[in-house]
């Protein structure tokens, strides 16, 4: 049986165990779906105890502050998990916002409630929500990973809120990924689509370590990117078949896939 994938071989590149569910919708849809995680997702006290002293005092005023922002998913995972480790709650009095649906939803399975954008799910589109239009004053914490865009800390300080950042992780390309596994894997499963969820992935991708013999990646791969800035930087380095994704949520990212199997399908017949 066909499908609105038929034809499509993609490489979901999603961090290990957050990929399963874009290759199961991917795969019913009538594609074929691997996994290659361009991105590991490391705890920070894992590996600096100074992090971790500084997100424990972070933690321990929580309670002073008068918004939290979680910028992802790992986010919320990471501060959760901290939470539970010392057996602390989350404090009701403390508004919570996220930078995109899923982040909003992780929360909401945690009995917390939360307001988040719903359509780029960006920096952007947070920063225009009523929640944050009147803040001065008020003090804001965000929990993020290391790095990343700085745009929601500059314009909330800017409208003269008191801004903290905590990093609950780190952000690396896993020790397994390399050019020779990738071309291995283009190879075996004749990929023709990579769907990337960041624009880190899509630098991960370029930066894969490797011997000369292992050649540069395919610039005829299409790629799958979250939002018009990440398709701008994959077009820039020099891919051709770009799809830009509404955000970087499986639903987006399957629509802008299907989207992407109808061009290449009329590519096709018109050779």
């Given amino acids: 049986m066909g499908g609105a994938l038929q034809g499509i ?13 874009l290759v199961a919708a991917i795969r019913a849809a009538g594609g074929e779906a691997s996994e290659f995680p361009l991105i590991e997702i490391v705890p920070l006290e894992a590996r600096d105890a100074r992090a971790g002293a500084a997100i424990d005092a972070t933690l321990e005023r929580l309670e002073t502050f008068d918004a939290a922002i979680f910028v992802s998913t790992n ?7 901290r939470l539970a ?10 508004q919570c916002l ?47 990973g290391v790095g990343g865009r700085e745009l929601l800390a500059r314009r909330l300080a800017e409208r003269g809120a008191t801004v903290t950042a905590c990093a609950l992780y780190r952000r690396r390309l896993p020790a397994t990924a390399s050019r020779e596994a990738l071309h291995a894997l ?12 960041s624009a880190e992935a899509l630098a991960n991708l370029l930066g894969l370590p490797g011997t000369d013999a292992a050649g540069t990646i395919p610039r005829d791969l299409a790629l799958v990117t979250p939002g018009a800035r990440v398709a701008a930087q994959a077009r820039d380095a020099g891919f051709s078949a770009v799809e830009s994704a509404a955000n970087a949520t499986d639903a ?12 290449l399908r009329r590519r096709v017949h018109a050779t």
Avoid at 252 to 263: E, G, H, S
């Fill in 9 to 21: 071989r993609a490489l979901v590149t999603r961090p290990a165990g957050q990929a399963g569910p």
């Fill in 98 to 144: 996220a930078v995109g649906r899923a982040t909003a939803q992780c929360l909401r399975e945690a009995g917390i409630d939360c307001a988040s954008g719903a359509a780029t799910m960006d920096s952007e589109e947070l920063l225009a929500h009523p929640a944050l239009a009147a803040i001065a004053g008020r003090r804001i914490v965000i929990f993020k």
């Fill in 252 to 263: 987006a990212m399957l629509a802008a896939l299907q989207r992407l199997a109808v061009t």
């Fill in 75 to 81: 986010a919320v995972r990471a501060l959760l998990a």
């Fill in 85 to 94: 480790d010392r057996e602390r709650a989350w404090p009701a009095r403390v």
């Fill in 186 to 197: 283009l190879g075996e499963r004749a990929i023709n689509v990579v769907l990337l969820s």
